[in-house]
């Protein structure tokens, strides 16, 4: 009995320094996120274009969005018109340190959508499912303090929208 008391302390004391450096580098991750998603945070405003339909031109628009940083969490929330359009724009995301990988959800001009996708350096590569509208790719990227975004049909790869928004 004794020895199986030290053999099961040992067997959990050898798993526990096992998984320990896992933990750590899945709060690290989860760490380095938060940080980087801190930078979307505030206001921002700025122009693009979005195409209504497949082999349309594209309109123009404005847009002001907000961004809200929550741990390894981000909302971006606002509104892009031009012309006689006008939309509410919205965006979560969660990061999951498990997986490394980000799940959300997005909702403009009716349309609602999930979002799942990754990180790659400065850019949050994420894939589109809607009913709708399948087959999409939304891009969030920070370059030199700006905020791009742009969505892409992944049949044809053409651009549905981009947006450059500089912060306020």
Known sequence: MRMNRRLSARAVLCVSLLTFPFAAMAAASATGEAVYLNRFDGGWTGEGAVRLA???????????????????????????????????????????????????????????????????????????????????HLTLALDQGRLHLSMTRSDDHAEVLRLALVKN
């Open 54 to 136: 497949p082999g349309t031109p594209p309109v123009s628009v404005s847009c002001s969005l907000t961004g809200s940083a929550a741990g390894a969490a981000l909302t971006l929330t606002g509104r892009c018109g031009g012309g006689l359009i006008g939309s509410s724009v919205s965006a979560r995301l969660a990061y999951d340190a498990a997986s490394h990988a980000y799940r959300g959800s997005w909702s403009a001009g009716g349309s609602n959508a999930t979002l799942a996708g990754r990180r790659h350096g400065e850019e949050i590569a994420l894939d589109v499912a809607a009913a709708d509208e399948p087959g999409r």
